[in-house]
């Protein structure tokens, strides 16, 4: 018998100044065991809800990429906004937000049909939030 695999991945994004320099952070576990983590700039007038969106596109990209596609995914973001959105409870209504939305979605519905979105505390958040701060002070740092 084969043990479920439990795949947790962790989601951030942020944006200083919202909009302004914008980064995503992702850490993903299997069981107890780190997977995968990934922190990338995202530009330079970007908004909070934005990044966050794209840290998850990026993080169903790289799951996809590791091979993790068709498997039951755990998602958690310490954006209730887009955790209600993903789930269907809110619409999306910022007409900037309906492209990201639109690809995460079809990520999910084209290679990850069973994943659960998890609203967590910042608190619980807190890897993917320094990876988040790391991308972009590397930027800053980069054109100071």
Known sequence: MSAT???????????????????AGIVAYNDEKKIFELK??????????WAEYEA????????????LGGKELEIRMDSELIVRQMTNEYQVKEETLWPQYMKAHNLLVAHFPNVKFVHVRREENKEADKLVNEAIDTMLQVTD
Request: hydrophobic share 30%.
């Open 56 to 67: 998850l596109i990026l993080a169903l990209t790289e799951a996809k990429k590791k091979g």
């Open 40 to 49: 990338k700039y995202l530009g330079d007038n970007r908004t909070n809800n």
């Open 5 to 23: 695999q439990n795949i947790i991945i962790y989601t951030d994004g942020g944006a200083r100044g919202n909009p302004g320099p914008a980064g």
